[in-house]
């Protein structure tokens, strides 16, 4: 890292279907304006952004109305291109043409002149906005071997391309069109050694750990979540890896409509956020800032300090890259995985065939029946509602606790949070209905009114 402190902008981008090159190049001069008026050293684009470089080259009937219908979404679509381009839509819905198999039919035709127009694109991106850019990925033909991956790119401020990831975990479509990246690398830039997870990679605590072995001073996590579902799981993962290395790192995802997939409605969702380890964050939740929206487009900013971030690998009170025996836990960690590759399903590890050791006192004929194979009769839980909790007994838990607003690894002037408190932390409850839950609707009425006859 070349200077004490870095501004980094992660971008959350729609997917969208675009005519030509120069009318998705136009959409990214948005967002890297955004970035360059916050003067930002490093701008980070979330994964399978890099597919909307692939309609322009498509010429089938579908993508070409999809083309249609995206013009007459522009705010200065005329009214003529509005009426036309929901035509257009609704036509391309009622199709049953895969996209799956026409960008897998125009990787195997066009699959070069795709990888060179994207490096293209994103070496004069960076180069005239004179800033580190992290490219959204695509499906391109890996430069080894020429095999299709899942491959993200990053440039310099120069337009020299750095470096490349491609995805290892495979998730939905990514195995239809794509096979396995080889290997986790560090990629070494002005702004700081990256290490960069696609997706389900993160989700791995091995590979957040490699890469902080390789130097990793930055964690990307880049995602298209198909579900709220999988990205709450993603959101946990970055900031879980995050944690776990004490590294700062960024998170940007894709957002809207994917118009691509067919007649089926696919929305991906996510919200972007930029983290740094919790003692370095105004609210100790591992959040800088945060998108508000699963849906809309922004472009979020922050700044890294990289000495409080040496400092709190110093000072802090859980020393993980301090006090790491790094050979002993490699040599550890290898054995594990060579055991666990050898015996995938661990249960299998047990042989019920195998005699007890106080068999002689069993009866042969009768069946042995596991713990787990019993059923379940009845349970016993307490009494439903519990007793109410007399507040004004409880004394606080801060007495004991340190001053945190003095706490040496964070600063005088934190970096505010988009991240909307749930409530006010000093109300009281006021009712018992507070206090309740849904589990009160497994109760029949009768048996609530005698609860209530009886504490009366």
Same mark, same amino acid.
């Given at each position: 890292?070349?200077?004490?402190?870095?501004?980094? @902008?992660?971008?959350?981008?729609?997917?969208?279907?675009?005519?030509?090159?120069?009318?998705?190049?136009?959409?990214?001069?948005?967002?890297?304006?955004?970035?360059?008026?916050?003067?930002?050293?490093?701008?980070?684009?979330?994964?399978?952004?890099?597919?909307?470089?692939?309609?322009?080259?498509?010429?089938?009937?579908?993508?070409?109305?999809?083309?249609? @219908?995206?013009?007459?979404?522009?705010?200065?679509?005329?009214?003529?291109?509005?009426?036309?381009?929901?035509?257009?839509?609704?036509?391309?819905?009622?199709?049953?043409?895969?996209?799956?198999?026409?960008? +897998?039919?125009?990787?195997?035709?066009?699959?070069?002149?795709?990888?060179?127009?994207?490096?293209?694109?994103?070496?004069?991106?960076?180069?005239?906005?004179?800033?580190?850019?992290?490219?959204?990925?695509?499906?391109?033909?890996?430069?080894?071997? +020429?095999?299709?991956?899942?491959?993200?790119?990053?440039?310099?401020?120069?337009?020299? $391309?750095?470096?490349?990831?491609?995805?290892?975990?495979?998730?939905?479509?990514?195995?239809?069109?794509? %096979?396995?990246?080889? !290997?986790?690398?560090?990629?070494?830039?002005?702004?700081?050694?990256?290490?960069?997870?696609?997706?389900?990679?993160?989700?791995?605590?091995?590979?957040?750990?490699?890469?902080?072995?390789?130097?990793?001073?930055?964690?990307?996590?880049?995602?298209?979540?198909?579900?709220?579902?999988?990205?709450?799981?993603?959101?946990? +993962?970055?900031?879980?890896? $995050?944690?776990?290395?004490?590294?700062?790192?960024?998170?940007?995802?894709? %957002?809207?409509?994917?118009?691509?997939?067919?007649?089926?409605?696919?929305?991906?969702?996510?919200?972007?956020?930029?983290?740094?380890?919790?003692?370095?964050?105004?609210?100790?939740?591992?959040?800088?800032?945060? $998108?508000?929206?699963?849906?809309?487009?922004?472009?979020?900013?922050?700044?890294?300090?990289?000495?409080?971030?040496?400092?709190?690998?110093?000072?802090?009170?859980?020393? %993980?890259?301090?006090?790491?025996?790094?050979?002993?836990?490699?040599?550890?960690?290898?054995?594990?995985? @060579?055991?666990?590759?050898?015996?995938?399903?661990?249960?299998?590890?047990?042989?019920?065939?195998?005699?007890?050791?106080?068999?002689?006192?069993?009866?042969?004929?009768?069946?042995?029946?596991?713990?787990?194979?019993?059923?379940?009769?009845?349970?016993?839980?307490?009494?439903?509602?519990?007793?109410?909790?007399?507040?004004?007994? %409880?004394?606080?838990?801060?007495? !004991?606790?340190?001053?945190?607003?003095?706490?040496?690894?964070?600063?005088?002037?934190?970096? !505010?949070?988009?991240?909307?408190?749930?409530?006010?932390?000093?109300?009281?409850?006021?009712?018992?209905?507070?206090?309740?839950?849904?589990? $009160?609707?497994?109760?029949?009425?009768?048996?609530?009114?005698?609860?209530?006859?009886?504490? !009366?």
């Amino acid at each position: 890292m070349t200077s004490e402190r870095l501004i980094v @902008a992660c971008v959350q981008q729609c997917m969208r279907v675009f005519a030509t090159v120069g009318d998705y190049q136009n959409e990214l001069h948005r967002f890297l304006r955004i970035a360059q008026h916050k003067h930002a050293a490093l701008a980070i684009f979330p994964e399978l952004g890099g597919t909307m470089l692939a309609p322009p080259m498509l010429r089938d009937s579908r993508s070409t109305l999809l083309k249609y @219908a995206e013009r007459g979404r522009r705010r200065k679509a005329s009214l003529w291109q509005r009426y036309t381009g929901q035509a257009a839509a609704w036509i391309a819905s009622r199709s049953r043409q895969s996209f799956v198999a026409t960008i +897998g039919a125009c990787l195997d035709v066009a699959g070069d002149e795709l990888w060179e127009t994207y490096c293209e694109l994103f070496s004069g991106l960076a180069r005239q906005y004179h800033l580190t850019l992290i490219a959204p990925s695509g499906y391109f033909p890996d430069p080894i071997d +020429g095999k299709i991956r899942n491959i993200t790119a990053v440039f310099g401020p120069d337009g020299t $391309m750095l470096g490349y990831q491609a995805k290892v975990m495979l998730y939905g479509i990514d195995k239809t069109l794509a %096979v396995v990246g080889m !290997d986790w690398d560090v990629i070494q830039t002005e702004v700081g050694a990256l290490g960069i997870l696609l997706g389900s990679d993160v989700l791995y605590p091995e590979i957040g750990r490699l890469l902080a072995y390789k130097g990793a001073e930055i964690l990307i996590g880049q995602g298209a979540c198909p579900s709220t579902v999988l990205y709450q799981k993603l959101r946990a +993962g970055i900031l879980a890896r $995050m944690q776990d290395n004490q590294l700062f790192a960024a998170a940007s995802y894709l %957002v809207g409509l994917n118009e691509l997939n067919g007649r089926v409605e696919l929305r991906y969702h996510g919200r972007s956020a930029i983290l740094a380890p919790q003692e370095l964050t105004p609210r100790f939740n591992g959040v800088l800032v945060e $998108m508000g929206s699963q849906g809309s487009e922004g472009v979020l900013s922050a700044d890294w300090n990289y000495l409080a971030l040496r400092r709190l690998w110093e000072l802090s009170d859980t020393p %993980v890259r301090r006090d790491m025996a790094f050979k002993q836990i490699g040599r550890v960690v290898a054995t594990l995985y @060579a055991r666990l590759k050898d015996a995938p399903n661990l249960l299998e590890e047990i042989h019920p065939e195998e005699p007890l050791a106080d068999d002689h006192l069993l009866d042969k004929d009768k069946v042995i029946v596991r713990l787990e194979e019993l059923p379940v009769i009845s349970t016993i839980t307490r009494r439903w509602p519990p007793a109410k909790l007399d507040y004004s007994s %409880v004394e606080p838990m801060t007495a !004991d606790m340190p001053e945190i607003a003095h706490s040496p690894l964070v600063s005088e002037h934190p970096t !505010d949070s988009a991240e909307i408190p749930h409530g006010d932390p000093e109300r009281k409850p006021t009712s018992t209905a507070e206090d309740e839950t849904e589990e $009160m609707e497994a109760l029949p009425e009768s048996q609530i009114e005698k609860d209530k006859e009886q504490k !009366d």
